[in-house]
């Protein structure tokens, strides 16, 4: 039998006479209630650190995660930047193949077109044509450099400060040759002055 069950020979007072009442009754045993109370702390501070330590995984799961969200945006920028670069990379490199560009750079370093050019036939090695000397004055050139285009700019701008020179010392010489113009000149300037006075 149980420790908590009392002997089914055990008598109850007369006043409870049934023969039901009569049958074990659970009785208590001391000490039986802080035993229990025991038994609960130890689940309650292994609920506490297995939470504890589940808030801790999680701090670091989100930490980790931010970390690698600024490593991935701030490689994304540096892939951004690294497209536009190539992309003014390649738009460098066509201009630099286009066919005015590299005429410009052959006629700088003194390559001249040749109008009556020369052939060779690779399988006979017969010369096809008669090879001129190139003197640069056959065919004039239709590409210009950036210092050739500065050069005719300043040369018109010289032009036109000449020409407006010039206009501006006919007039002196025509004025000054003209007595009766200078004379009127001078009146209407006295005039003027005497009016407002």
Known sequence: MSALWADA???YPADRGSDQDRRAR????????GTARLGRVPFVLALIVVLGVG??????????LQGQAFQARSLSQKANQLTYQEASL???????????????????????????PGFIEL?????????????GHEV?????????????????????????AKRQAAEA?????????SDQKQTNTKQDQGGRG
């Open 9 to 11: 020979s055990t008598s």
């Open 26 to 33: 659970p009785r208590v045993i001391e000490g039986g209630a």
């Open 55 to 64: 808030m801790a995984g999680l701090l670091a799961l989100n930490t980790s």
């Open 90 to 116: 390649r738009t460098q490199v066509s201009e630099l193949r286009s066919s005015d560009n590299l005429a410009a750079r052959a006629f700088k370093l003194g390559m001249r077109p040749d109008p009556n």
């Open 123 to 135: 399988g006979s090695g017969k010369v096809v044509g008669k090879a001129k000397t190139v003197t």
């Open 140 to 164: 004039p050139m239709i590409i210009k450099t950036p210092e050739q285009i500065n050069a005719e700019r300043k040369a018109k701008q010289a032009k036109v400060q000449a020409e407006e």
């Open 173 to 181: 010489r025509k004025e000054a040759d003209d007595p009766k113009t």
